[in-house]
């Protein structure tokens, strides 16, 4: 049956270059499209929990939805201590943040104050990396403030310029000091860079009375894609009620919403397109096989069974499929790989995605050999479907009505 | 071998246009036959080659085939009936286009599982009877009408089937052809014991088989041995 296939494939070339090419080019299309939505969302993801959010963060359960002082983990030690014990946790670091007025000479801006331990940050975020001016800071950095480009800006501050702080500390009393402006940074991320700004641990402990407080932990982890089972392991150690422990996708849930709002829309234009596809190639299929009653009435009326015409077009789809899928994706694979090292640069892009996450003018490819593969099954998956209508029409006439078929 | 109870066709049932395409058949054939259905067109002589090959049904009566009532059998069955029990020659050859004499020849031993030595060591067997055996690796296409209507027999008898059907075999050979194939079928009927009917109006196969069974209107009117 498989020779009589092979044969037919090459005895009827218009459908079989006509299927092997549209199969050829969506085979291509399909992995490149898919490839570059994941590789977009890839990084995406990467640069936000690059910039500062961790892949799992350790709150008081009513810190994010009410906020204020009282509901501070108020022993950061006491849950670092178990956290050095879990393998899967790359670093972790406490990070107190608190909102505030600063003021220059002449203007004014309310804005995040965080303590964060500058050698930790160095290994948990890119906070350092984004330095656009000075320097970043150090745990010995006094009372140097690390500021984001954006507020900097509003602020009309230089490096060295002294900027006034105003806020609560962590027992309500009131907390006012002067900062010097060390360093600038810039991530990307327009809110990021025009509300944050960062003073070393030690010294945000003093003025905030913030000794072994924190507003929450952010934890690093060795594999990303581990959060979840890690974050049940971490539930279980810490075992606080008062506690909440959550991944970085309850954390960007808005991030998270929007990529798959994003490939759902991604995913039904991929769809209509496949759509377009499938029917191309069962109509090609059709009209082959609609000039071909004859020929399956009279092998019918030999004695080859339903079951067997549906396995000789099962072979003759399959063998078309194979060589466009064995062209084809060599070839896809090649160029996700290419423009996974050597991402598009498409200019203007992190400008209009900024709320989004998107930093850079680059967007990579993903690279995964096991969604090509996948991709290429769903090929597979609609060329075999393309056949069963024809199949059906052949097996609506009777083969001796179907031998006598002009 | 065969043998047809009470057999009525019908086609267009309950519609104006309605035909009595076969009416109340009592027949039987026996084993190593060579017979021949004719009659007029219309007659229903191809009907009843049909309804006895299992590739049309009948609206009452009974068909057997060796004791084994087939006339009541599903699409399912009756496709296993004719790969296994029957052998068909049509009027316009049938062959397969894209496989060669030889693989034509073999393609029912091959669905039947016959192994690569019984089916080369058969095609070249009944190549030789039918002198087509320098055709073997020939596509059909490149064959003369009466090559392939050789072609088609030998790929009917290939398999050894109980009896072999063939509907208007002549129709598209000339006389010469017509000829040949007729003695070879003869041939076949005789060596191989293999029952042959006929369904046609040829006056070469009427002279050649030995038994004619003539339907008018789809009755049978005439039945005799030659």
């Known amino acids: 049956m498989f020779k009589l296939a092979l044969k037919n494939t090459l005895f009827y070339k218009g459908r079989s270059i006509t299927t092997a090419v549209l199969t050829f080019v969506s085979t291509i299309l399909f992995i490149l499209f898919i490839s570059l939505q994941d590789g977009s969302h890839n990084a995406m993801l990467e640069n936000s929990l690059k910039i500062y959010t961790g892949a799992i963060e350790i709150y008081h359960r009513d810190y994010r939805d009410v906020g204020g002082n009282e509901y501070l983990i108020q022993d950061a030690k006491a849950i670092t201590d178990k956290l050095a014990k879990i393998d899967a946790v790359e670093a972790f670091s406490t990070r107190y943040e608190t909102y505030g007025l600063f003021s220059s000479k002449e203007y004014s801006a309310a804005s995040m104050l965080a303590g964060v331990e500058p050698s930790k940050e160095s290994v948990l975020s890119s906070l350092g990396t984004a330095l656009k001016e000075g320097k970043f800071l150090d745990e010995n950095a006094g009372n140097c403030i690390y500021m984001g480009a954006e507020l900097v800006k509003k602020l009309k501050l230089g490096i060295g310029d002294e900027v006034a702080f105003v806020g609560s500390a962590s027992d309500d009393s009131f907390a006012a000091d002067i900062f010097k402006l060390c360093g600038v940074f810039k991530t990307g991320l327009f809110e990021f860079d025009s509300s944050a700004s960062f003073v070393s641990r030690s010294y945000f402990d003093e003025l905030m009375n913030g000794y072994n407080k924190a507003s929450y932990i952010t934890i690093k982890l060795k594999n990303i894609d581990d959060a979840d089972i890690v974050n049940s392991q971490i539930i279980k150690v810490l075992d606080d009620e008062n506690l909440e422990s959550l991944t970085w996708k309850t954390l960007m849930k808005s991030m998270v919403e929007m990529m798959e709002i994003d490939s759902i829309f991604g995913y039904i234009s991929l769809s209509l397109f496949l759509v377009v596809i499938f029917f191309v190639i069962m109509i090609y299929g059709f009209i082959n096989i609609s000039s071909r009653i004859k020929e399956f009435g009279v092998l019918r009326s030999i004695g080859l069974s339903k079951k067997n015409i549906l396995l000789l077009l099962f072979y003759e789809i399959f063998i078309l499929s194979t060589i466009s899928v064995i062209l084809a994706t060599p070839i896809a694979a090649y160029i996700c790989y290419y423009y996974n090292i050597n991402p598009v640069v498409i200019k203007g892009i992190a400008e209009m995605y900024k709320d989004y996450g998107v930093v850079s003018d680059e967007i990579p490819f993903n690279f995964d050999m096991f969604t090509i593969f996948w991709n290429v099954a769903v090929v597979y998956i609609l060329n075999f479907l393309s056949i069963l209508y024809p199949y059906l029409y052949i097996n609506s006439f009777k083969p001796i009505e179907a031998t006598r078929h002009v | ?226």
Do not use: W
């Open chain 2, 1 to 226: 071998m065969i043998k047809l109870q009470g057999v009525n066709k019908y086609f267009f049932r309950g519609e104006p246009r309605e035909v009595h395409a076969l009416r109340d058949i009592i027949l039987t054939i026996e084993e190593g036959e060579f017979t021949l259905f004719s009659g007029a067109s219309g007659c229903g002589k191809t009907t009843l080659l049909n309804v006895i090959g299992a590739l049309d049904s009948c609206e009452s009566g009974k068909i057997y085939l060796d004791e084994k009532e087939i006339s009541s059998l599903d699409e399912d069955a009756r496709t296993t009936l004719r790969l296994n029990e029957l052998g068909f020659v049509f009027q316009a050859y049938n062959l397969i286009p894209v496989l060669s004499v030889e693989e034509n020849i073999g393609f029912i031993m091959r669905l039947r599982g016959f192994s690569d030595e019984e089916i080369r060591r058969r095609v070249l067997e009944v190549a030789t009877l039918l002198k087509i055996e320098d055709k073997l690796k020939s596509l059909p296409n490149t064959l003369s009408g009466g090559q392939q209507q050789r072609v088609a027999v030998a790929r009917a008898v290939a398999a050894k089937p109980k009896i072999i059907l063939a509907d208007e075999p002549t129709a598209n050979l000339d006389s010469n052809n017509s000829q040949i194939l007729m003695s070879m079928m003869r041939e076949l009927n005789e060596k191989e014991g293999v029952s042959i009917l006929f369904a046609s109006h040829d006056e070469l196969i009427l002279k050649s088989v030995r038994r004619v069974i003539t339907l008018n209107d789809g009755a049978i009117i005439d039945d005799y041995k030659q």
